[in-house]
Structure formats: structure tokens, C-alpha cells
């Protein structure tokens, strides 16, 4: 299998589909709320991935009123509300022995602790609400960085650049000469993609999502330099320090 080395100063990780798979939990939540709202599982599923629970809601929702008829204000609460019902049911699963609901995907906690322990610098950009995204990461042993962005601290979510671009700004604070390509995007869903290319990052595509391999192969063909992966078992930290992260990639 044929490998690269990439050198980069900082690394941006998605969540959900990247780090950690909380299909399991979400699927039944999902079912739940689309069967209270009349609404096709398979058309919301469809819609999904990589995208805020905010313009889900906006488009998918029927009651008490249109997702599309409610105030932002509206839309907040519901997502709140939605998104505490998927930690519940993660929660539950657990505890009835019927899986755990949120689990780290492969090779992940080990990379995790590697890039913690050489004082990295690395962060979090999701498009799920804080209040889904830091108790998931918790269940799936993963404590939140203190670079973190949410989807309910951007006006527009990915596939725009503002997700990653704020991401970058908060890495700044750390590293105050940091330019976009120092930065290295890890991701799952073409959507995400776009939205590194656009903020100027490096790309690095895992096929651990619900999306298909080889769509995403296809979407990160798109992507300038964007090296692919099975999952993170295929990256190793030949070396880390506050200033800079070189990796060994095993690419697809």
C-alpha cells in the first residue's frame, strides 16, 4: 500500500462519520421524529450527512408548524430538543445492552492521544450543536479540544468555507502566523470537503461515513492534493510538537 508523508502545523477533524459513528443512535431518533412529522426516513437520511440540524429541520419539519414557517428562535429549540433526544437514546442503548449507540471509529483514540501527548495542535469542526457534539464525544471517550466549532456558531453551514474558516482563526490564537494550507482538514462527507477547499486547507478524506467509498474518492478527486483513507488506522504521527505535525499516510 503506498504511503505519503504529510507535514502540516495544526489538524481540523470532523465529527460525526470522522471521529466517531454515532449512526446507530441517531437512525433511531431520526425514525421517531420523521414518523411524528410524516416525514420519509429515507429522503431525510438522504439529506443528512454533513449537514446542520437547523436547515434539516427548516426543510423537513411539519409540526406544531412548517420548518420553513418557524423563527430562528423557533428552529433553535427544536434542535436542541432533537439532538438532546439522540444522546438520551445513545445512552439507553447502553444501557439495555443494545450497543452503545456512539462508539470512536477505528484507529482514532489511538491518533487522538498520540497528537495530545506530543502537545499538537488540533480541533474540532461539526456540524451538529455543542449540546449533541461534546456529550457524543464523551460517550465515545473523547474529551472536546479547546478548539472547537459547532453548528450553531455559524450563520452557514457546510458546504460553505465559514465552518473551517473560523476553525482556522481560533487555531491562530495558538499559532498567530498559521496560513490555511498549515492547516490539515480530516473528513468524511463531500460536503465537507468543499467546504476545506474553499477555506484554503489541505484535505484528508476517510471513508468511514455513510457515504460510499467510492463517492468518496470521486468527491476528494476534486480536491487539489487531497489524499484518501480507509479510516485512521492508516495514519500514523511520525512526529508532533506545539509547532508542527508530520504524518505517515497510508493512502487508497
Not at 11 to 20: C, K, N, Q, R
Not at 38 to 46: H, K, L, Q, T
Not at 139 to 146: E, N, Q, R, S, V
Given at each position: ?5 504529510l507535514?502540516?502545523?495544526a ?10 459513528d454515532?449512526?446507530?443512535?441517531v437512525k433511531?431518533?431520526i425514525?421517531?421524529?420523521c414518523?411524528v412529522q ?9 439529506a ?6 437547523k436547515d434539516?429541520l ?12 418557524m423563527?430562528?428562535e423557533?428552529?433553535?429549540a427544536?434542535?436542541?430538543e432533537?439532538e438532546?433526544?439522540?444522546g ?17 471509529l ?6 487522538l492521544?498520540t497528537l495530545?501527548?506530543g502537545?499538537a495542535?488540533?480541533?474540532i469542526v ?12 464523551e ?8 478548539v ?14 465559514e ?9 491562530r490564537?495558538?499559532q ?7 492547516v ?31 463517492e468518496?474518492r ?8 487531497a489524499?484518501v ?11 508532533c ?7 505517515r499516510v497510508?493512502?487508497v
Open positions: 500500500m503506498p504511503s505519503v508523508e507535514t502540516v502545523k489538524i481540523l477533524f470532523d465529527s460525526d462519520g470522522t471521529l466517531i454515532s449512526t446507530p443512535a433511531r431518533t425514525a421517531r421524529w414518523a410524516g416525514v420519509d426516513p429515507r429522503e431525510f437520511a438522504a443528512q450527512h454533513g449537514t446542520r440540524a434539516l427548516r426543510r423537513f419539519a411539519t409540526t406544531p408548524k412548517k420548518g420553513s414557517e423563527s430562528e423557533e428552529l433553535d427544536a434542535v436542541e432533537l438532546k433526544s439522540v438520551e437514546t445513545a445512552r439507553q442503548m447502553k444501557a439495555y445492552g443494545e450497543g452503545s449507540g456512539i462508539v470512536a477505528p484507529g482514532v483514540l489511538e491518533l492521544a495530545q501527548g502537545g495542535q488540533w480541533g461539526t456540524s451538529a450543536t455543542r449540546i449533541h457534539a461534546v456529550p457524543a464525544l460517550l465515545a471517550g473523547i474529551l472536546a479540544p479547546p472547537m466549532v459547532t453548528g450553531e456558531q455559524v450563520s452557514t453551514g457546510k458546504p460553505s468555507p465552518p473551517y474558516l473560523i476553525g482556522i482563526d481560533r487555531l490564537d495558538l498567530p502566523d498559521l496560513m490555511p494550507l498549515d490539515l482538514v480530516v473528513e468524511d462527507a463531500p460536503a465537507g470537503f468543499e467546504s476545506a477547499y474553499s477555506a484554503g486547507a489541505r484535505l484528508l478524506a476517510v471513508c468511514t461515513g455513510p457515504v460510499e467509498a467510492a468518496v470521486n468527491a476528494a478527486s476534486k480536491v487539489n492534493g489524499v483513507v480507509k479510516d485512521l488506522t492508516a495514519v500514523s504521527v511520525i512526529r510538537s506545539s509547532e508542527s505535525i508530520t504524518l497510508f493512502v
